[in-house]
């Protein structure tokens, strides 16, 4: 599994690797009465939504961005340069600041174009993943092929056995930390819009959207969407942003209580450790590693609490 992993971020897999898990996750819960057939006709239409909604979402950023980069950097300057909180060094003005961060941003924002090719391989992952998780969801048996003498008593067949053993294990992992991890993404994300709707925010159902995304990354994800929450409540008024940040702050502290119910009972890893697993799964894969990095953390816990150590039994 760590040779496997390892070949996963090192031929940039991750997407079709995450596609693949989520897909058979979503088909396991589409199923209706061990109907399997149905399940896959739910799935390709929930596919085809996703694929639409995710080409609305991404024309929809692609304007927004900029005009909220534009419009909440120099209020939010201003704002600071009022209160006198920062002091620049005099060859450094606010002036300067803004035009470098806007400079910044839009040079960042402007340069999608040169990801088209890395967006047209992420989408055959995507598509590839998808295909294998309906594969894999319709014929659930996996075994080797029994050679006529020794049947499945050989090396080949026992070290196939325990390869296909070890990623159903790493896939309940990944069931149990993401099946959470989305509840409390959609929790989260669904009251945030009805405070951005409630407020009259521009661009509401994007930053929902945002939030619901980003929801799925743990600690650092809310860190992210409420960065951009406060920067858009910019551009209505200071006290609006300072709104939004308390009211952040507050459904953050009730997730607490979600964290400890939804995933604290099922994965329990510390607050270090899941950052530290975090900082690792993007400096090799990027978000997508982000994204895996509490599975293959809560699969290590599992693998490695199978086996007693022979010392700590004697012991006993």
């Known amino acids: 599994m760590a040779v496997a992993l390892i070949l996963v ?11 693949g898990l989520f897909g058979y996750f979503a088909l396991e819960k589409l199923t209706f009465r061990g109907n399997k057939v149905l399940a896959v006709v739910f799935f390709f239409l929930l596919l085809a939504a996703a694929g639409y909604g995710a080409f609305v979402f991404a024309r929809t950023a692609v304007t927004a961005l900029p005009r909220i980069a534009e419009e909440s950097i120099p209020r939010m300057l201003a704002f600071i340069d009022s209160k006198g909180w920062v002091e620049l ?20 924002l402007g340069n999608a174009g040169k990801y088209a090719g890395d967006l047209l391989l992420a989408v055959a992952a995507f598509v590839i993943g998808a295909v294998v998780s ?11 092929d029994a050679d006529p003498i020794t049947g499945q008593d050989n090396l080949y067949s026992q070290t196939f056995l325990e390869v296909v053993a070890r990623f159903r294990t790493f896939y309940q992992s990944f069931k149990t930390v993401m099946g959470a991890q989305i ?21 509401a ?12 990354l743990p600690i650092v994800g809310n860190l ?11 551009t209505i008024s200071p006290r609006m942003a300072f709104l939004a940040l308390a009211y952040l702050v507050i459904i953050h502290k009730l997730e607490y209580f979600l964290n400890s119910k939804i995933i604290g ?17 993007e ?7 982000m994204i895996l990095a509490p599975p293959v953390l809560h699969y290590v816990k599992v693998e490695a609490s199978r086996h007693r150590l022979r010392g700590s039994m004697t012991a006993r």
């Open 9 to 19: 971020g090192w031929l940039h897999l991750t997407i079709l690797l995450l596609t």
């Open 89 to 108: 060094p005099q060859d450094y003005t606010f002036e300067t600041m803004k035009a470098d961060l806007l400079a910044y941003v839009r040079g960042k």
């Open 134 to 144: 309906v594969s894999l969801f319709l014929n659930t048996k996996v075994e080797p």
């Open 183 to 203: 509840v409390i993404s959609l929790i989260n994300a669904s009251i945030t819009a009805v405070f951005l709707f409630w407020n009259g925010f521009p661009f």
């Open 205 to 216: 159902a994007l930053l929902a959207g945002v939030t619901f995304l980003l929801g799925l």
């Open 224 to 234: 992210m969407s409420n960065t951009l929450i406060v920067s858009v409540g910019f």
């Open 265 to 281: 009972d099922r994965i329990k890893n510390p607050m270090w450790l899941t950052l530290l697993g975090l900082i690792i799964g």
């Open 283 to 289: 400096k090799l894969m990027g978000i997508p590693g």
